[in-house]
């Protein structure tokens, strides 16, 4: 791994559904575009209500049956992760309030945003949706979510760094 690598962390609120979806869904973009030694992909939760759990088994099934594979273990997000990332992308404002309010946040020089402000398709603010409660199609909806955000996301870092 590149010491200048790009590293990203997608963050919701039990690192369950959504942002191991993300993580999924961009660990292979990174690896489908071959940069899998410059760009490193996490996921965390804001919460530690799963610490330790693999992904919620709705989510795992949505994204195998696309080609992915949600691999990540949930943990939860702290201060230390703001020194570790450039990139530190919330599933919604409600997470996005909770990590601005940590300490580390206040001398954070990343990149802390909402997720799909880099999906182009996306209204400015958008959330992206929690499944947990809901049918399954809410895991399909989320998977085109985070289809379309890392791609995004990736141009935009691609775009950045010149490559």
């Given at each position: ?38 760009v ?12 330790g759990?693999?992904?919620?088994r ?7 049956g ?32 909770n ?23 996306s ?21 085109d979510l ?18």
């Amino acid at each position: 791994m590149s010491e200048d690598a790009v590293r990203v962390c997608f963050v919701c609120l039990g690192n369950i559904c959504r942002s191991p979806t993300a993580d999924g869904v961009m660990v292979a973009l990174v690896e489908q575009a071959g940069l899998s030694d410059r760009v490193v992909v996490d996921s965390a939760g804001t919460s530690a209500y799963h610490v330790g759990e693999g992904a919620d088994r709705r989510s795992a099934a949505v994204a195998r049956g696309r080609g992915y594979h949600l691999t990540s273990r949930s943990r939860q997000f702290v201060d230390a992760d703001f020194q570790r990332f450039d990139y530190v992308l919330a599933m919604d404002r409600s997470n996005l309030r909770n990590m601005q309010r940590m300490a580390g946040a206040r001398s954070f020089s990343g990149t802390l945003r909402l997720f799909r402000d880099f999906d182009p398709h996306s209204p400015p603010g958008a959330d992206t949706p929690d499944p947990y409660y809901g049918g399954p199609k809410g895991f399909d909806d989320v998977l085109d979510l985070c289809e379309r955000g890392c791609q995004g996301l990736l141009d935009h870092i691609k775009a950045e760094r010149g490559w």
